[in-house]
């Protein structure tokens, strides 16, 4: 009977130390000042959604897919300022940035995604938002597909940089921008 019982926990020990693959997303509503976030995503398939200055709707449905951010009202809202948001994803899985500006000015937001996975990414502020000053990098390179939608709606003085590398691949992007005082904006596809 010993034996039977020890062959059992051999095999158990062994099925739970094997390692399974699984997409990685990643939520962070920031509301407060003087923060840095870095999220580092490295192997297949990543979602990164941040809200900076409101909080992300706590559906069920929301929090498992990740790709209704935004779908639902915010919960709350504050002020996010002076932060600092770094986003690096790399790997050959899809990798998907979603980072919404409710209520977020003066602060460093930069996305990096590399690999040879399908790269997107988008940053919203959408109507009656208040964002001024944001500073916003993004680059995508890799062997893959690249795509992003920039949409600064009620944005002052916003700095945004956007740069897609590999020109053998299809690039996609779409910038819209309405602002009282606008600041620098440029693409560049390499």
């Keep these: 009977m010993k034996f039977i019982a020890i062959l059992f926990l051999i095999a158990g020990l062994g099925y739970c130390n094997h390692i399974r693959a699984q997409p990685s997303y990643v939520y962070v509503d920031q509301v407060g000042n003087n923060n840095t976030i870095k999220i580092d995503q490295d192997g297949s398939s990543h979602l990164v959604g941040v809200a900076l200055g409101a909080y992300l709707p706590t559906n069920t449905n929301d929090l498992k897919t990740g790709y209704t951010i935004g779908a639902n009202p915010y919960l709350g809202q504050g002020v996010s300022e002076f932060n600092n948001i770094n986003v690096k994803q790399a790997g050959p899985g899809i990798q998907t940035t979603k980072i919404e500006l409710p209520n ?24 009656n938002t208040t964002n001024v000053n944001n500073t916003i990098s993004a ?13 600064m709606n009620g944005s002052n003085g916003a700095t945004v940089t956007v740069q897609q590398t590999n020109p053998t691949q299809s690039n996609t992007g779409s910038m819209t921008i309405q602002c009282t005082t606008c600041g620098a904006y440029s693409y560049t596809r390499q």
């Design 104 to 127: 977020a000015s003066y602060n460093l937001i930069s996305v990096d995604q590399s690999g040879s996975a399908n790269h997107t990414f988008n940053i919203t502020s959408g109507a």
């Design 139 to 151: 680059t995508q390179s890799g062997s893959a597909q690249k795509d992003f939608t920039l949409n």
